[in-house]
């Protein structure tokens, strides 16, 4: 269900049977001549509404396409980069999950694809939202609880429960779109054929291959793209994520 559509009793009842709450995380960056610049982004927010589809308990936020895309692939002048610090997202980031906290959810998940080959060790654009969600969990229960809430006996199965819901610090949680072994067995690349398979495969709109040129060599392979190979990869990032938000 979209968030910006819910009535006031909608997300009561979201809150109240603790609904996945979902925020597609990505940038806006140059993807060679024959992909649009949101790619990052629009492969995560079609996965995910292809769940809302399936799905009829789960809230779909707006996504944030405003991250760090850098210019390392190519300069911003006339390619369409958008480049904001992490140090700008963080407060950003900070203040938006702040807010979902108040309004009384507990189970949101942010999903993100830009650089996620390096998920673990983080990149600007997550470890933004990885730090912001953090604080502001700590600030909150600080705030309901008062201090000394984590030496309180109630939390004395804290690290029995770790991985469980009831723990605090999984009321917010971050992904990759691609868990671990889709990476290994499918192409992971910067506009090459394993993204442009996956635009075929979920946003064929946002594809032009007349204007496609093989000058860059991390485009190259994105001749040999087709939706077939795309639709192996949605396949599995759709398993993935119903495994994450039914969880």
């Known amino acids: ?3 910006e559509l819910m009535l006031p ?4 009842k979201a809150i109240s049977e603790n609904w996945p709450v979902v925020l597609p995380i990505g940038v806006l960056e140059y993807h060679s001549e024959h992909l649009g610049v949101g790619v990052d982004t629009l492969v995560v927010v079609r996965a995910v509404e292809l769940l809302e589809k399936e799905l009829d308990n789960i809230v779909v936020l707006p996504p944030f396409y405003y991250g760090a895309a850098s210019y390392a692939v190519e300069p911003p002048e006339g390619n369409g980069s ?3 610090d992490a140090e700008e997202i963080f407060p950003l980031a900070k203040g938006l999950l702040r807010s979902l906290l108040r309004i009384g959810f507990r189970n949101i998940h942010g999903i993100v694809h830009h650089q996620s080959e390096n998920f673990k060790d983080g990149m600007p654009t997550d470890l933004a939202f990885k730090l912001a969600s953090r604080q502001v969990i700590f600030e909150f229960l600080e705030t309901e609880r008062g201090d000394g809430w984590w030496g309180n006996s109630s939390m004395a199965d804290y690290y029995s429960n770790n991985e469980q819901g009831d723990n605090p610090f999984n009321w917010i949680r971050f992904h990759p779109l691609m868990d671990e072994q889709t990476q ?3 192409t992971f690349d910067h506009a090459g054929i394993g993204e442009t398979s996956l635009m075929l495969s979920l946003c064929p709109e946002g594809v032009d291959m007349s204007k496609f040129t093989d000058e860059k ?3 190259k392979t994105a001749k040999d793209a087709t939706k077939e190979y795309g639709d192996i990869a949605k396949k599995r990032i759709l398993e993935h994520l119903r495994r994450i938000l039914k969880g």
């Open 1 to 3: 269900m979209r968030y």
């Open 9 to 12: 009793y909608q997300i009561r």
């Open 82 to 84: 958008v480049q904001v």
């Open 184 to 186: 290994k067995e499918y």
């Open 217 to 219: 060599w991390y485009s």
